[in-house]
């Protein structure tokens, strides 16, 4: 991480997500908001909504979620009227189920290549065609160890800039922002390429 972003992260440190995604997105042409509705994702969601309504949120469904992620998707892209963008694989998981035989476990070597498949091929597709200038997203510190890392600003490999207003904030205030505009979680939620709550699936590493 530069300097610049460092000076930049000490400075919003106690800035409100509020702010912080205001002072991201004044210097922001091309934004994209990432999502896979997973539990607390209504947060960031329902921000970026109200703060710019009309940015383009990039959903890579893997095909493998549960009924009721589904369900709570279609929800919240209603409810919030989001701009949603979804990317999909090449591939079928009816196809992929009778070549991989499934889901592999994460010791399998034949995991990276489903991962690529149903994850990072569909994400990269987005970037190409989309080629935001900001990318927007609900990271938190406390979920992995590379979170734990990075801060409210980080940058990709390639240098595109991401922002994560709510880095800072613990269950206990998601819950109360939840509860102060109405939203709900939804918790029952699987991720094939994670299978453990705290490991990275590469999408953030990218």
Request: hydrophobic fraction near 35%; charge should be neutral.
């Amino acid at each position: 991480m530069n300097d610049k972003i460092i000076n930049f992260n000490n400075k919003l440190i106690n800035k409100t997500p509020k702010e912080i995604l205001n002072w991201v997105l004044q210097k922001s042409k091309n934004p994209i908001l990432t999502t896979n509705f997973r539990p607390y994702e209504c947060a960031i969601l329902h921000l970026c909504s109200i703060v710019r309504p009309n940015i383009k949120v990039v959903w890579c469904d893997s095909g493998y979620n549960t009924k009721a992620t589904y369900l709570y998707a279609q929800k919240m892209i209603e409810k919030l009227n989001l701009n949603i963008k979804i990317y999909v694989p090449n591939q079928t998981k009816d196809y992929r189920d009778a070549i991989l035989g499934g889901i592999p476990s994460i010791d399998d070597p034949i995991h990276k290549k489903f991962t690529e498949e149903v994850k990072l091929e569909p994400f990269r597709r987005a970037m190409f065609e989309i080629r935001p200038d900001l990318w927007i997203t609900n990271l938190r510190k406390g979920q992995t160890d590379f979170r734990d890392s990075i801060g409210i600003l980080s940058q990709t490999e390639n240098g595109l800039l991401k922002a994560s207003p709510f880095y800072h904030w613990t269950d206990k205030k998601l819950d109360e922002y939840m509860k102060e505009n109405i939203l709900e979680n939804e918790y029952d939620y699987f991720d094939p390429t994670k299978v453990e709550e705290k490991r990275e699936c590469g999408l953030h590493d990218i």
